[in-house]
C-alpha cells in the first residue's frame, strides 16, 4: 500500500524519536497544502477519473453552448452500423445531460465514488481501475441496445457506486445527511429514493448489473475456487503506458487518509466496529 511504501521510503529514525514522529506529519501537511487550491486540488486528482470527469464536464459545455447536438453523441446503432459512425461507440459514456442538478449530483457521485475506488481500493493499479471502466462501458452497450438507451454515462456512474459499496460493504454513509446506513445498501437505498423522486430505475439496475457482473468475474468467481476470467490485458498496459499514464492515486490518497469515512451527499462515515 502507500503508506507502506512511504514509511519504507522515508530515512530511518529510532522508534518514537522526534523526526519519526515529524516525517509523516510533514507528508501530509504537503498534501493537504497541494490540494488547497483548485489546481491542486485538480492535480491530484486520480488520473482516470480526472480523464472521464473532465470529459463529462466538456461534452455538457459543448451541448448547451449548441457547439455539439446530442443526436450527434447518441448511441444511435443505425447510424453507428450503416455510416460507421464509431464515434458513438465512445460519446454516449461522457455525456451526463445538460447543466443542472442532476448532472451536479452524477459528478458528485463521480468525486466521492469513483475517485476513492482509484486511489484506494485499486490504489497503485491505474490500469486495472482503467480497464474495469473500460470493461464496464463496453458491457453497457448490448444493455443499452435491449432497453433502449441513447446515453450511458449516468448508469456508469452507478456502476462505480455499486463496485464500490462491494468492496467497502461495512463502511457507514449518511444518506442525503438523513439516513445511516452500512453502505452495502447503498445503491439500492439511492435507487428507492430516486423512484420517490419520479426517476425512472432502469438506468441505475443496469449500472448495478454491469458492476455486478465484473465483480462477480474478478472477486467471487475466483473465491470460490473458480479460474480469473477478467484480468487486464498486457496490450491494455502498453496502450495506457503509450499515453504516459502512470500511478496517478498515491498523491490523493495520502491527502485523503486525513478524512473521517466517506459522505453519501451530507453527513459522515465510518467503519463498523471502529
Known amino acids: 500500500h502507500a503508506g507502506d511504501h512511504s514509511s519504507r521510503a522515508a530515512p530511518a529514525a529510532a522508534p518514537g524519536s522526534t523526526v519519526a514522529q515529524k ?10 497544502a497541494a490540494m ?6 485538480f492535480s491530484a486528482l486520480p488520473v482516470v477519473m480526472r480523464a472521464w470527469g473532465v470529459s463529462c464536464v466538456a461534452t455538457t459545455c459543448a451541448v448547451s453552448a449548441g457547439l455539439v447536438s446530442p443526436y450527434r453523441i447518441a448511441l444511435d446503432w443505425g447510424l453507428l452500423l450503416r ?26 457521485q463521480m468525486y466521492t465514488y469513483g475517485v476513492s475506488l ?3 481500493t485499486f490504489e497503485n493499479r491505474t490500469a486495472d481501475f482503467a480497464y474495469f471502466l473500460f470493461f464496464s462501458a463496453a458491457a453497457m452497450l ?4 435491449v432497453m433502449g438507451m441513447a446515453f450511458t454515462a449516468a448508469p456508469l456512474v452507478f456502476t462505480l457506486i455499486y463496485v464500490w459499496s462491494r468492496y467497502n460493504p461495512s463502511t457507514v454513509v449518511n444518506l442525503m445527511g438523513v439516513v445511516k ?38 472477486e467471487l468467481y475466483p473465491r470460490a475456487g473458480g479460474a480469473i476470467i477478467l484480468r487486464t490485458p498486457l496490450w491494455f498496459e ?7 499514464v502512470g500511478q496517478g492515486a498515491a498523491q490523493f490518497q495520502a491527502a485523503q487518509r486525513q478524512q473521517q469515512g466517506f459522505r453519501a451527499f451530507g453527513g459522515g462515515g465510518q467503519r463498523l466496529g471502529r
Open 142 to 145: 448490448p444493455c443499452a441496445y
Open 238 to 244: 502498453k496502450a495506457l503506458m503509450g499515453v504516459g
Open 118 to 120: 482509484e486511489a484506494t
Open 181 to 218: 446506513l452500512q453502505s452495502f445498501f447503498l445503491p439500492w437505498a439511492m435507487i428507492v429514493l430516486g423512484m420517490l423522486f419520479g426517476n425512472n430505475p432502469v438506468p441505475d439496475l443496469v449500472g448495478i448489473f454491469v458492476g455486478h457482473v465484473y465483480y462477480f468475474l474478478t
Open 36 to 41: 488547497s487550491t483548485p489546481g491542486g486540488w
Open 23 to 32: 516525517l509523516p506529519h510533514a507528508r501530509h501537511t504537503r498534501a493537504r
Open 83 to 108: 455510416r460507421f459512425q464509431i464515434w458513438r461507440l465512445l460519446t454516449p459514456h461522457i455525456f451526463l445531460g445538460g447543466f443542472g442538478f442532476p448532472f451536479v449530483f452524477h459528478l458528485l
